[in-house]
């Protein structure tokens, strides 16, 4: 494979694309695919053959589409119409329509703020590509930055570039990724390894589930260039098995880049190698903590080792070893093919470029979203969002998983930034972003998540081991109805400990969702101690009055 | 009848176990395959018995302790076979707070098990997931490997009755 090679196939591909007068894309992401619109597209396919248009009008299956909550969503090309909510039924005035007035019915208004808000970079191909074909990403300009990367980048060159975009760790921890690789190409040993962190854990996140679904090259292609980089030549997906789709995809896109030459041996003429495999995650949230991940990847119980030394100088079989999540590969090749000036143009001063969210809960437009760094909360809730579902009031947005806090309306003015949410008494997280009206109650909610990391917690530590048992045996009493004032205290002084003595991220931040409820929501916690009331009702309280 | 019945299961347990050595041949037989091992034992079998952890631990050399421990560390696998059915219900925070939890006390009320059980009759596993990663369609539920979302209660009973039945 070689440049003029890879330019060959986007001609040809964009030519292939020029023959239609009008494309039906269908998201065949999983949250549409369990709305049923793999049958929706087979029906499409088999209308078009019968009506015998084959030759200007074409079906094909396309990655997230955004809005999950109203799939199976479908978007014609080049109108640029999204209809949703798409029946088998449908389908026949959907083709009548095409080349005329957009089917009224099922089309959402083209001026919705949930995608007029959005800043694509990360899900730039999205809606666009079939995720399957990898001649369809390179039509979209895919593989090119790997190209310009090897032949006329110096690895230096590159992680320059990459400092100076200010790209930051989209995994929830924020830290520079140009220094994380800079650590990596410094440090020695002949043996270096690339790891893409794709065990997302935190419920209520499926950010990189879709990136891995629907475009699952542009995170082969930054694992590639970081790979050239720092120097390493093999690579691990650590992907959740839960994500069947996801991982199928994986195999097949690398399958496809191994044969066409952009992924293996040589690529693009030069010495460079690399090669990437999948490792399975089996349901364990602490494997989300590097070292917890590497430990699983050596087939070993994930359990986190003390740091440092850091992967970067001490990782996967005690070599070098650099980890990133998902996103932040996902964003390595617009940087490269835009420069690091022009990503550096969006967000915020400290928190540079865009960041993927998953909108959840009670909100209206549940879905999957990119907005550039410093938009406030109220505007992706609200206005990308669409405000609460039915008629109840917004009380909180619960941001990072078991890791971060509630935020609430009083603060949804406050920009979204890496500092912003840590201030907030939350965390940026990676991405995940649920929120909750007054049928929520914060009591329970602080429960749930301490039971979760209650379960979740590997057992190494005492802090997080103990604590987080004795943590959720305080909360279950007060939900119960037999809490006293002094439990409270004893919840505050116990989260302080744990926060402070744990050895891993998991139990420094599991105390963050009591702190930040006990802070917002005292009252509540105070109602259900001294009047054995859950306002919000959602609590099964023993011997009071409900 | 029996002895033919007799055989095709030897045959199906040949090859189920030749695709949990072709797993460890893959790489290398090295004791770092051993959760990818795992994995084809939990795909093909459907848990994971002793015996099998005694052959793994065997052939990648690494000890039954390691093999037991890292078995149950993951929630991933699991050493009790399943029944017929399994209804996985998603319990990740988007589905918590719009009603995972009433979905299964309704599915306990019915049925008469608890998360992780299954039924007498041997017919239905109800089993919980930390998060499917389908928030957008919250409360999502996996019947038998397909994921089914934006359920409650009522309509969860329902398809379970139905698909029991058949």
């Not at chain 1, 699983?296 to 003390?306: A, D, K, L, V």
């Not at chain 1, 009031?393 to 979204?416: N, R």
């Not at chain 1, 505050?492 to 409820?517: A, D, Q, R």
Request: charged residues 25%.
């Amino acid at each position: 494979m070689n440049y003029e090679e890879l330019l060959e196939i986007a001609k040809v591909e964009n030519e292939k694309k020029a023959q239609f007068v009008h494309t039906i894309n269908v998201c065949v992401a999983a949250g549409c695919i369990s709305c049923g619109s793999q049958e929706l597209l087979d029906a499409f396919k088999r209308e078009i053959e019968k009506r015998g248009i084959e030759n200007w009008c074409k079906a094909k299956g396309v990655g997230c589409l955004g809005l999950c909550t109203a799939g199976p969503l479908i978007s014609i090309e080049p109108e640029g119409f999204i209809y949703k909510d798409v029946k088998v039924s449908d389908i026949i005035d959907v083709i009548d329509a095409l080349g005329g007035e957009p089917v009224k019915r099922i089309l959402c208004p083209s001026d919705m703020s949930f995608f007029k808000k959005q800043q694509k970079i990360v899900l730039e191909n999205f809606g666009k590509i079939d995720p399957e074909r990898i001649d369809e990403y390179i039509a979209s300009g895919g593989y090119q930055s790997l190209n310009l990367a090897l032949r006329e980048m110096s690895p230096s060159m590159v992680i320059e570039q990459i400092v100076k975009s200010g790209l930051r760790g989209r995994g929830g921890g924020g830290y520079p990724t140009g220094l994380k690789w800079t650590t990596v190409i410094k440090a020695s040993g002949t043996q270096k390894y690339v790891i893409c962190n794709a065990d997302e854990g935190d419920p209520g996140a499926f950010m990189d589930r879709s990136v891995l679904e629907s475009d699952p090259h542009r995170v082969l292609e930054g694992m590639a260039i970081a790979g050239y980089s720092v120097g390493a030549d093999k690579a691990f997906i650590y992907v959740r098995a839960e994500y069947p789709l996801a991982i199928k995809r994986l195999r097949k896109a690398i399958a496809q880049a191994e044969r066409l030459g952009v992924l293996g041996r040589g690529i693009f003429n030069t010495p460079f190698n690399f090669d990437i495999k999948l490792r399975l995650g089996a349901g364990a949230f602490v494997c989300g903590e590097e070292t917890a991940l590497i430990s699983s990847i050596e087939g070993n119980r994930g359990m986190p080792q003390t740091r440092p030394p850091y992967p970067a100088e001490y990782g996967l079989w005690g070599c070098p070893t650099l980890i990133n999540n998902v996103e932040t590969f996902a964003n390595v090749p617009a940087i490269l093919r835009n420069g690091s000036q022009w990503y550096s143009s969006f967000g915020t001063e400290k928190s540079r470029g865009t960041k993927v969210f998953a909108l959840a809960g009670r909100i209206k437009n549940t879905g999957l979203i990119e907005v550039a760094m410093g938009t406030t909360l109220r505007e992706i809730v609200f206005d990308i969002g669409g405000g609460i579902s039915a008629d109840s009031k917004f009380k909180a947005v619960q941001t990072g998983g078991p890791s971060g806090g509630c935020i609430t309306e009083e603060f949804l003015d406050q920009p979204v930034d890496y500092e912003s949410l840590v201030k907030l008494g939350s965390i940026m997280g990676s991405g995940g972003m649920i929120v909750m009206d007054d049928t929520s109650c914060m009591v329970d909610v602080a429960k749930f998540f301490v039971e979760f990391c209650m379960t979740e917690s590997c057992g190494k530590c005492v802090p997080c081991r103990d604590g987080s048992a004795q943590m959720y045996y305080l909360l279950n009493k007060i939900s119960k109805g037999h809490g006293t004032t002094s439990d409270l205290h004893l919840l505050e002084k116990l989260c302080e400990i744990i926060k402070n003595t744990s050895l891993c991220g998991l139990g420094m931040s599991m105390p963050n969702p009591v702190i930040s409820t006990m802070h917002y929501f005292r009252e509540e916690y105070l109602t259900h101690i001294h009047d054995k009331i859950c306002p919000a009702g959602a609590c099964n309280i023993e011997g009071g009055r409900k | 009848m029996n002895e033919r019945q007799g055989k095709d299961t030897q045959e199906q347990e040949d090859r189920r176990l030749r695709m949990v050595e072709r797993t460890m041949r893959m790489y290398g037989n090295e004791p770092h395959a051993l959760i990818e091992t795992l994995h084809t034992i939990q795909e093909f079998y459907g848990f994971i018995d002793t015996d099998l952890m005694l052959f793994v631990s065997e052939k990648l050399g690494v000890p039954l302790s390691k093999v037991y421990g890292v078995a149950t560390f993951y929630h991933f696998f699991t050493l009790k076979p399943q029944g017929e059915h399994a209804c996985v219900v998603c319990n990740g925070t988007a589905c918590y707070i719009t009603g995972a939890k009433n979905i299964i006390d309704e599915i306990g009320k019915q049925y008469d098990i608890h998360p992780g059980e299954t039924t007498k009759d041997n017919k239905l596993s109800l089993l919980t997931a930390r998060c499917l990663g389908a928030c957008g369609l919250a409360p999502a539920i996996i019947y038998d490997g397909v994921v089914v979302g934006k359920q409650d209660p009522m309509s969860v009973i329902d398809t379970l009755g139905r698909w029991i039945e058949k």
